[in-house]
């Protein structure tokens, strides 16, 4: 019985691993960027001299240049908190 547990428990924390690893650290940089592009024609009234970016792989560049690498996983925080707890809740009710 004390084995079934200890399975479960590791089961739920491979799960939570690989759904966290694929949101957050493989589609947050995706998802940023699908943000940026979706509003870079508000860019021009606060920065009217500003080049916008053409297309995804220009701002890839231009975010990785201006801000670094690490500002690709920009506000991932509280999205990784969301997704854990809503993991959790899922696994607690369908397994």
Same mark, same amino acid.
């Given at each position: ?18 759904? *966290? ?13 699908? !943000? $940026? @592009? ?26 990785? *240049? ?13 999205? !990784? $908190? @969301? ?13």
């Amino acid at each position: 019985m004390r084995d079934e547990k200890v399975l479960e428990n590791w089961k739920f924390l491979h799960e939570l691993t690989a759904v *966290v690893f694929a949101r957050a650290v493989i589609m947050g940089p995706l998802e940023r960027m699908k !943000v $940026v @592009m979706q509003t870079r024609h508000m860019t021009k009234y606060a920065n009217p001299r500003s080049d916008l970016p053409k297309n995804f792989f220009d701002l890839g560049g231009k975010i990785s *240049v201006n801000q670094g690498m690490i500002s690709f996983w920009r506000g991932t925080t509280p999205f !990784v $908190v @969301m997704l854990a707890a809503a993991q959790a809740f899922r696994f607690y009710c369908y397994e």
